[in-house]
């Protein structure tokens, strides 16, 4: 795959990602605590046949110098 059309997939997914948002957003309407979107988005995105993980733990470490 080419940068051309691997833009165009991104631009793809991104496009869908955003469409779901709208759709919670509209749907939803404001008010509620943000579990609720979430947990809405996560079924959008579902429904799109994306791959969606909630919540997903991550590791990482950082030094700080004072």
Known sequence: MNTD?????????TKGVIGCAFRVSNTLGVGFVERVYENALVNELK???LDVE????LRFSMTVSL
Request: aromatic share 0%; glycine share 6%; hydrophobic share 20%.
């Open 5 to 13: 059309e691997c833009r165009l997939g991104l631009n793809q997914v």
């Open 47 to 49: 429904k799109s046949n």
């Open 54 to 57: 909630q919540q997903k733990s």
